[in-house]
Every structure is written in structure tokens, then in C-alpha cells.
């Protein structure tokens, strides 16, 4: 069991139901992991002291880069800007805590993501690099060194006007069509991606689990189509204490290490494991149904 490893949960605003499900998973299979749970404020977070954690405020994680960043930021996206400047300010916290405690690997993991497994394992399977993102998405990335070069990207970036005014008329033109264009995370990680060995991606079929993209992504896996996008389809098994999803392929199943309850999907994750006690035959038999049967997944 890997001691040195700290799970990153940054938040803002009320902290939703999903997040404690989040945290109370990853404490369930990674018993020994720190959990480092950032938000803005002092939130009340007693109902979250069953899972061992620690609460820190972003206001302790400043840095100069932070600082640049904050009066650099132009906001071009469809997004609210605090939601925009907030997914990428934790990035530059991300490298403030690691600077503290450079010894140990971090994972940053959004808080609509269900851990099934030892993250542990899944470090020798990782890219020598310091940021290794599971597939086209960084919601369950691992950091294991300086991140700066990624950091001076971004802040270039903002002090590009060549590239600020691109991107503005990408937004302009595309904002009332469905191939929308934002300045935000996702573009600045695709394009540090491809110039930079310094962040990779890694392989999510792992021999531990697969690791999902979107719960609403097919990826090759049987699915559901509901009124509005597909759903994977899963299949749940109790073994020993825990509840374990499996996607289907053909009707085979393979294990999920995790899975990832990306916008909707957030209305059908539930509190799987518990810290108390194992699961109950009736609800393993509930999210059977319910993952299934079309007719049911189209209700919830």
C-alpha cells in the first residue's frame, strides 16, 4: 500500500451531496491515502470527518505565478468566468502544495468521479512525465514533479494577443452553434499536450480497471441511448464488502476502476460503498435495474 499519495479535491460554492460520495469512495479504496479537500471558504465539512480528511482554504496556496495569472486572465468562453479562472487557478495551487511536499504523488480528481480501486496500482503503468491525464480529460490526473513549464504556458498564453484575438473571433463565431469554442482548460491542456513531453496521457484499459472518460461517452462499450445522449450500460457485483461496476462489451463485463459522472450522470451517483457497512442485495439489484433498462435510466 502506497502511503505517499495525496488525493486533490478542489471545490467552490456549496458542497454538493456527489462530492461526499466522491471523497467517502477513494477513503473506501485507498484506505491509507491522504485526502486534501481545497475550497474557498471555511464550508462546514463535519459530515465529511468520517473519511480522515484535510480542509484547507485556497487563500493558503497563493504564489506569484497565481498572483500573474489572476491579473493576466482574459475570459473568452460561454462559461461563467469564476468557474473558468477557478478551474485553472487550482492548477497553479496544485504546484504550490506540491512544492511543499514534493515527495509525493498527487492526484487531482474531480469531485463527480467514483474511485473503484488502489490507486497505487496504477503507478507503474503511468509515462515518466509530470503530468499523466487519463485520456482527453483531466479529471483523475496524476502529478509527479514540476509542473511550471505548464504553468508559464498558460501565463504566456494570456499575454499572447495574437493568440487572445484567435481565439476571441473562434468564440464569437461558434457561440449560438453546437461546435462551441472556449478559452479555458481543456483548450490550454490539448495545446500544452502537443508541444510538451512534460504532460502525456495514459492508457485507461488497465489490467486494475477501466478507467472511464464520460459515464455518457460509449468508448466501445455497450450503452443505452436516453432521450438526450447515451449512457453506458453497467453491470454492479458485490465482492466481499465492496460494490463493483463493470461495463459491458458484447454482454462481457469488464471492471471499472472508475467512473466518471460527467453533467447528468451526476443524478445517478449514489453513495455505492459505505465506510460502515457493505451494500445491501436490494440496491446492488436497484442500480442493476436502473443501469440497464432504458425505460428506467430515462426517469432518472
Known amino acids: 500500500m502506497n502511503t505517499d499519495i495525496t488525493f ?3 471545490h467552490y460554492g456549496k458542497l454538493p451531496q456527489y462530492l461526499h460520495n466522491a471523497i467517502e469512495q477513494v477513503r473506501v479504496f485507498n484506505p491509507e491515502a491522504e ?6 471558504d471555511a464550508e462546514e465539512v463535519t459530515a465529511l470527518g468520517p473519511f480522515n480528511i484535510i480542509h484547507r482554504r485556497t487563500a493558503e496556496f497563493g504564489s506569484p505565478e497565481l498572483d500573474l495569472f489572476k491579473q493576466r486572465y482574459r475570459h473568452i468562453s460561454c462559461f461563467k468566468e469564476k468557474y473558468e479562472r477557478f478551474v485553472l487557478e487550482r492548477w497553479f495551487m496544485t504546484e504550490a502544495i506540491r512544492r511543499q511536499r514534493p515527495d509525493r504523488t498527487y492526484i487531482m480528481q474531480d469531485s463527480d468521479v467514483a474511485v473503484f480501486g488502489d490507486a497505487a496500482q496504477l503507478l507503474p503503468l503511468l509515462p515518466d512525465c509530470p503530468i499523466a491525464m487519463s485520456g482527453p480529460n483531466p479529471h483523475f490526473t496524476f502529478i509527479r514533479g514540476r509542473i511550471d513549464e505548464f504553468l508559464q504556458f498558460i ?12 481565439a476571441q473571433r473562434l468564440f464569437e463565431a461558434r457561440k449560438n452553434s453546437d461546435n462551441i469554442y472556449n478559452l479555458g482548460e481543456m483548450t490550454l491542456l490539448f495545446e500544452f499536450l502537443e508541444k510538451s513531453s512534460s504532460m502525456q496521457m495514459f492508457e ?15 468508448e466501445a462499450f455497450d450503452f443505452m441511448q436516453l432521450r438526450r445522449r447515451p449512457r453506458k450500460k453497467v453491470q454492479w457485483k458485490t465482492e466481499g464488502r465492496h460494490l463493483i461496476p463493470y461495463f459491458l462489451k458484447n454482454g462481457q463485463p469488464q471492471r471499472a476502476f472508475l467512473v466518471h459522472f460527467q453533467g447528468p450522470g451526476k443524478r445517478v451517483f449514489y453513495r455505492f460503498n459505505k465506510l460502515d457497512y457493505p451494500p445491501s442485495r436490494l440496491f446492488t439489484v436497484w442500480l442493476n435495474a436502473l443501469y440497464q433498462t432504458k425505460a428506467l435510466a430515462n426517469l432518472s
Not at 501565463?155 to 484567435?166: G, H, I, K, T
Open 155 to 166: 501565463l504566456d498564453y494570456y499575454v499572447d494577443e495574437e493568440r487572445l484575438a484567435a
Open 204 to 218: 485507461t484499459d488497465t489490467p486494475h480497471g477501466y478507467l472511464d472518460t464520460n459515464l455518457h461517452m460509449p
Open 8 to 10: 486533490l479535491f478542489f
Open 35 to 40: 485526502i486534501l479537500l481545497i475550497t474557498e
